[in-house]
């Protein structure tokens, strides 16, 4: 199997854009209430999310498929922060012991859902890790040919979600296609279909499938929101290969590269802070404490990331190392995960 182990550079933007929907979501206005645009404009925020992740997992699978190695490389990114988040959060709403095990555990998005004030955000971190956890028992059973079975899963995930009439959710199992869509991207890069596909098609059609990602994200578009992991994989796949100049110069820029690497900080800190006081009052009040709130949620991602989570991430790509010399250099892969 060849393994591509070459950072993507334009995936830079589309964490970037990823991370700025899903603020602009929560915390800007968007239009009137009736228009509902925040929840289209976050959900396509949270769905380009995913497929990131689902790709980039995929592709460290493929290039590493050594399972302890992967696990304790993605714990150290994601855990040490979620964790002082969670135990905080914990403390500030007097939560029980059951609630904030359940969070430091990551299943607390699974019904009855056990989320905290201020970390109802956190959802997203228990769909991941839940798929870092499935993706590698997979792989632990079968090797990297077991990937093969996350497109069947997609498949399965979204007929379940039609079935159980769930166009939008926060349970794993009614969101998770999302991810895998991502993960069957990496796989058709993988093998160089990906490419073939996008060199038919005009470098216009990522624009053309932005504003469907919103779309897909709207109740208004009905059915069409159970195509939301297929529109934003395709999207991100596809401009890989395929995207118009101004738009690789601007998803490869220096502040989109700064933004994708603190957009977990970013993502972490903008919900917990919504729940303080800077988040409080009534409309024009909560809206004339936002630039504030926006500067210090950024203030504080810049500091997480680069003075805490970076040696966090050290760490663990240390005790990765004792174990064994990785086949490929993961850390190029990693690039711009959470």
């Excluded at 299943?107 to 870092?132: I, K, R, T």
């Excluded at 166009?167 to 990496?186: C, F, H, K, Y």
Aim: aromatic letters at 10%; charged letters at 15%; glycine letters at 6%.
């Amino acid at each position: 199997m060849k393994v591509n182990d070459e950072r993507i550079s334009i995936l830079d933007g589309w964490r970037a854009l990823s991370i700025l929907a899903v603020l602009a979501g929560h915390l800007l206005p968007l239009g009137p209430k009736s228009w509902e645009l925040n929840g289209a404009v976050a959900a396509s925020g949270m769905a380009i999310f995913f497929t990131l992740s689902g790709f980039l997992i995929t592709r460290l699978l493929i290039a590493d498929p050594r399972v302890p190695q992967f696990l304790i490389r993605r714990l150290f990114r994601i855990v040490p922060l979620a964790w002082i988040a969670m135990i905080a959060l914990a403390v500030a709403t007097r939560a029980d012991v059951g609630t904030l095990l359940a969070n430091l555990a990551f299943y607390s998005n699974l019904p009855p859902a056990q989320l905290m004030h201020g970390g109802e955000h956190l959802w997203s971190l228990c769909v991941e890790v839940q798929f870092y956890l499935f993706a590698a028992l997979i792989v632990l059973a079968a090797g990297r040919r077991a990937l093969f079975l996350l497109p069947v899963v997609m498949i399965g995930v979204t007929v379940l979600r039609v079935m159980q009439d769930a166009p939008i959710s926060i349970i794993t199992w009614q969101r998770v296609d999302e991810i895998l869509a991502g993960a069957t991207i990496a796989l058709l890069y993988h093998y160089g279909w990906l490419q073939r596909l996008a060199d038919r098609l005009p470098s216009a059609t990522v624009l053309v499938l932005l504003p469907l990602i919103i779309l897909s994200g709207h109740p208004a578009s009905g059915v069409f929101m159970y195509a939301r992991p297929y529109v934003a994989a395709a999207a991100v796949g596809i401009s890989i290969f395929a995207a118009p100049g101004f738009f690789r110069a601007l998803f490869t820029s220096r502040p989109a590269v700064y933004v994708a690497a603190t957009s977990y900080a970013l993502y972490v800190f903008h919900g917990m802070l919504s729940a303080t006081w800077l988040g409080s009052g009534e409309t024009l009040v909560k809206y004339a404490k936002r630039p504030l709130l926006i500067a210090i949620t950024f203030a504080l991602a810049h500091i997480s990331t680069f003075h805490f989570e970076a040696r966090m991430i050290a760490v663990g790509k240390k005790l990765a190392k004792r174990l064994g010399t990785s086949r490929q250099p993961a850390s190029v892969i990693e690039g711009i995960l959470p």
